[in-house]
């Protein structure tokens, strides 16, 4: 296990570089001027030029690159052009909301999807399996946006049962789980309709393997069939497919932290596109960046550790 | 022997058998047919337009403004008065635009790509995919975003963003059959007529992976479609006036408490697009990938 740990982990050092340099090339190498952005369209020549100056955007690119890399490795991410507080000590303030969050709507999609797909496959072509893939696949059609905004005007404008701005709570732990369950059940719905769907087909594979056929035979309990023999390998996928939809849940975070106002990686960052703060973007890019590569090697250390055969690959 | 002549015929029959697999495909699963026909619905709304829109979708008229479903306004005006039917088959046309002209540049990039990376093999594959892995493992909508902040919001730079995170699958799914079709016993007839290396992928490879390039179409069209509503409605879309679907929700959205509805149509819009077109997709997808691995987005 050890070997393996370390395997993946010397692995991750390449990927994070090559990850970083792609950040580099989309903050400097890819046409349209920042400055210009940044200044609008109305500025002149003068202003943005000394604004170039003053991000380093004229000095040689090669010398903007080492300086990049040297930053960001070294976790010196930037400060934020509008507030001057650094970086990272903008994000280490608000990443507990977005851990949090996705947390969350991970075990609330886990905690539907897998009985859910588990029991369409073991009723296959059933009216209820039937009804499970239209809607699953429904779910996931929502647009996080548009699910977060219905859910916002029927249970905290309509209904009134949750607050309107999720500010994350106060201290107690009630208000908390007050201001996170309507965020969290807007990634946790759709994270579900994913989890269905490949729990599902997963099992479905599983369902029909010799082994799952010998245990029959043998006489093993339906019951003991479904749940060791056949969700337990069934699994194996889904925690993979989990870890490639992490992105989309990163992605789909920074949509409803913008819908239910609630303070997060995704709030900072359109508060600082909204802002033209381009230190700050920068900076949260290659923050995006560390927590891809880690949730890459998460997934892979996962996959090892619930399907042995992996380790020896 | 026989299917050694067989292959060593012309390129168009494995083409069509391919197709008919696809139809095949499409018939054992109806869902497929449903969200076609839906999606065809909507291209032809947004082709029909000029037709169908009953007001200018640009021009303001403050005195009309948020009035609700009548004769003259179907869906009721926004805050500026604007005919919200009207440009909400405006909008359709430009989520399908950007929409579709990303997925087409990614299928052509893309494959073209893991083609090459494929048929050459070696460093030059190693290298090819080992940046498309790179590209893969940022979410589309977060790398969209990263482009379109550091561009600007355009219609070109929105189709450049949305084309750049969809190259990596289409890279993927082109390059595992090539490799395997180049070492076929055809392949190797061809280089010993001399043939050379484009006409060889473009007439004897291509075909092979046709179907499964255009099937991941309809699921990664639906995904631009989605990223494209969703960079929108965070203001990094094609500007105001000019109607979006996602600008549209956004509009509605900054004054919820007192114009909530505004948000309904274009919602429900970008709902039906997505789930007919992943409707067809749901269908073909074990032609293209039978662990669903090929699917990801925004």
């Known amino acids: 296990m050890l070997q393996y740990l370390i395997k993946r982990l010397l692995y991750a050092v390449p990927t994070l570089l090559a990850v970083l340099t792609v950040v580099f090339f989309v903050a400097r190498v890819l046409p349209g001027d920042p400055a210009q952005v940044m200044l609008g369209e109305q500025a002149g020549a003068e202003a943005i030029q000394a604004l170039r100056v003053r991000l380093g955007l004229d000095r040689p690119l090669v010398e903007q690159y080492v300086d990049f890399m040297q930053g960001a490795l070294s976790g010196d991410w930037g400060t934020s052009l509008v507030t001057g507080r650094s970086v990272l000590g903008e994000v280490l303030n608000v990443i507990p909301f977005t851990i949090e969050l996705t947390l969350a709507s991970i075990l609330l999609g886990a905690l539907i999807g897998v009985p859910l797909g588990a029991w369409s496959a073991l009723h296959r072509n059933s009216l209820v399996d039937y009804a499970t893939r239209i809607g699953s696949l429904f779910g996931l059609s929502f647009p996080a946006f548009v699910m977060a905004i219905m859910l916002l005007l029927a249970f905290a404008i309509q209904l009134d049962w949750f607050p309107v701005i999720s500010s994350g709570g106060g201290g107690s732990v009630s208000e908390r789980l007050l201001h996170l369950a309507l965020p969290a059940v807007n990634l946790g719905i759709i994270m579900a309709a994913y989890i269905t769907r490949v729990t599902r087909s997963s099992m479905l594979e599983v369902l029909g393997e010799d082994y799952v056929r010998t245990a029959r035979a043998k006489g093993v309990p339906h019951r003991a069939v479904v749940w060791q023999h056949c969700l337990r390998n069934a699994l194996i996928p889904v925690v993979t497919v989990v870890g490639l939809y992490l992105g989309i849940l990163i992605g789909n975070s920074v949509l409803t932290e913008i819908v239910f106002n609630r303070p997060g990686l995704g709030k900072l960052i359109v508060g600082a596109l909204t802002q033209r703060d381009y230190t700050m973007l920068q900076g949260l890019m290659v923050v995006y960046t560390f927590i891809i590569v880690v949730v890459n090697l998460l997934t892979d250390l996962t996959y090892g550790f619930i399907d042995p055969r992996v380790k020896y690959q | ?298």
Not at chain 2, 32 to 47: D, R
Not at chain 2, 160 to 169: D, E, K, N, S, V
Request: proline share 6%; hydrophobic share 55%; glycine share 10%.
């Open chain 2, 1 to 298: 022997m026989s299917a050694v002549t067989g292959d060593m015929a012309a390129a168009p029959p494995r083409a069509n058998r391919a197709l008919r697999q696809l139809l095949a495909a499409f018939n054992t699963n109806k869902t497929s047919w449903v969200g076609l026909a839906t999606f065809a619905v909507v291209v032809a709304i947004a082709i029909l337009a000029p037709v169908l829109a009953t007001h200018d979708p640009i021009e303001q008229n403050i005195l009309e403004k948020l009035k609700g479903p009548s004769a003259e306004f179907i869906l009721g005006t926004d805050g500026f008065g604007r005919d919200i039917w009207s440009r909400l088959v405006y909008g359709a046309r430009l989520s399908l635009w950007i929409g579709g002209v990303s997925i087409l540049i990614a299928m052509v990039v893309g494959s073209l790509i893991g083609m090459v990376a494929g048929y050459f093999g070696g460093r030059l594959d190693i290298a090819i995919m080992q940046v498309m892995d790179v590209l893969l493992s940022f979410p589309s909508l977060i790398l969209g975003l990263m482009v379109v902040a550091m561009m600007g919001p355009s219609v070109g730079n929105l189709i450049f963003a949305i084309a750049l995170t969809a190259i990596p699958p289409f890279a993927r799914i082109a390059r595992a059959p090539t490799v395997s079709v180049k070492e076929r016993d055809y392949i190797e007839a061809c280089r010993a007529l001399g043939y050379s290396h484009p006409r060889i992928m473009a007439v004897h490879i291509l075909p092979n992976i046709f179907p499964e390039i255009l099937v991941m179409g309809s699921l990664w069209l639906a995904t631009a479609i989605r990223v494209e509503a969703s960079l929108s409605f965070i203001g990094l879309g094609v500007r105001p006036p000019t109607p979006t679907w996602g600008g549209m929700i956004r509009e509605g959205f900054e004054n919820i408490l007192d114009t909530w509805w505004l948000s309904m149509a274009p919602s429900v819009a970008i709902l039906v697009v997505v789930f007919a077109l992943n409707m067809i997709g749901d269908g073909l997808r074990d032609f293209v990938d039978p662990k669903l691995k090929g699917e990801r987005g925004g």
